[in-house]
Structures are given as C-alpha cells and as structure tokens.
C-alpha cells in the first residue's frame, strides 16, 4: 500500500475518515503518520489509531524557513508516497513543496478557484453563493492554487449558518478524499500544464 501522511490543525474528521479507510480490506494506502502544528483533536485521534503523530509548531521556530526544514524533515522519515494536508492550516514552505512536488493532496471547502484561502466557507455564505462545494487538488506554491483532481458541489441553504453549511461540505469533502488517495494510489495522475487527472 502507499505510505501517506497526512498534516492536520484542527478536529481531523478528514483525517478519520482515511483512517477508517486504511483499516478496511483491500484500500490501496495506508497512514504512516500524521503531523500537526499545535496540539489539536487531530492528534489525538492519530494516538487512539496507533498510528504515531508529530507536532511541528510555527512558534517554536525562529522563522518559517527554519520550520519549514524541521516540518519537511519529520515527513521524511516516514517515506510517504503522498502527503495529504487535511484541514492544515499553515501554509506549506518551498522546501517542504519541493521534497514531495506533486505528491501533495489537499481538500478544500469551496469550488475552487472561488473562495480560496482560510474562511471559504465564511466567505461563500458572504457572497451568497447558491452553490459551493468541495475541491480535492495537488498543492503547488500558490494559495489552494494547484492542479484539480476532483469536485463535488454542495448545496447553499437558506438558513445556513457557517457551521452548518461547512458540515454539509465535510459530508462529501471525507468520501471524495478517500477516493482520490485510493485512485493515486493505485493509478496515479497525469498532468498536462495546469489540468490534472486520475488515472482510472
Ligand atoms: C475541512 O473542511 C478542510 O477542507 C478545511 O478544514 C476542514 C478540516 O476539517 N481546510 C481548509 O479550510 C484549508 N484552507 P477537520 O478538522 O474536521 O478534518
């Protein structure tokens, strides 16, 4: 099975749902670790996995160059074959980007290119969207700017709030992760300039 890790800040619900995936027959990746940048839910639920956890914190670096190397160096030890950021929340330095180019998988809460960044679903609701969704995309160096591997929209209700609206998202955002990390790993992409595609 592929070696993924997977880098998570917050409740890691995503993270589960690939957790619960990897202990199922036959899903073709398994987590060799996960990592966070504070202490986090995230974490703990890589401890009630078993599976073992670093924690990587911007404040105890002089600088984000100096964490950036500290973060690139603990997912090394563990050769992924991919790095999924699940709800990470910390913007990945150019070293990190380079030791694992075009292996890195992130989702994002919105259809992406709209709604980029931290508050997309806030900043959906704002905007009075219809229609938002949820983006599974390779990380490049810009802001949730790379490659598309897969969509799914998410219906904008009239009495959504924020937490609502972003429940609904992570409904879909946990099934369709599962399935790009299970399609890269056993098929890869391919790309051509700025458009990606799961081989199937
Ligand atoms: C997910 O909705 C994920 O797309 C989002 O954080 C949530 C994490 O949920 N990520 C971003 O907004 C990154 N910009 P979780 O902590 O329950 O897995």
């Known amino acids: 099975p592929a070696r993924v890790v997977v880098l998570a800040s917050g409740t890691g619900s995503l993270l589960q749902s690939l957790v ?35 924690r990587i914190g911007l404040r105890d670096y002089a600088d984000r160059a100096e964490w950036d190397v500290a973060l690139t160096d603990a997912a090394s030890t563990f050769e992924p074959d991919l790095v999924v ?9 150019g070293r990190f980007l380079d030791a694992f180019a075009g292996r890195i998988v992130n989702t994002h809460p919105a259809l992406l290119p709209s709604f980029p960044g931290a508050h997309a679903v806030r900043d959906a609701l704002d905007h009075g969207v219809k229609l938002t969704g949820s983006t599974v995309h390779l990380v490049d160096s810009g802001v949730d700017t790379g490659p598309i591997l897969a969509q799914e929209a998410v219906p904008v ?23 790009v990390i299970a399609a890269m790993a056993t098929t890869g992409v391919t790309s051509d300039g700025r458009k990606a595609q799961i081989i199937r």
Do not use: Q, S, W
């Open 157 to 179: 209700l009239d009495d959504d709030d924020e937490a609502a609206l972003h429940e609904r998202i992570k409904t879909v955002e946990r099934r369709l992760l599962v399935d």
């Open 85 to 93: 950021t699940a709800g990470f929340m910390k913007i990945l330095g």
């Open 20 to 54: 619960d995936a990897t202990v199922t027959e036959n899903y073709p990746a398994r987590i060799v670790a996960v990592g966070v940048d504070r202490d986090c839910d995230a974490a703990r639920r890589a401890d009630e996995a078993g599976i073992p956890h670093f």
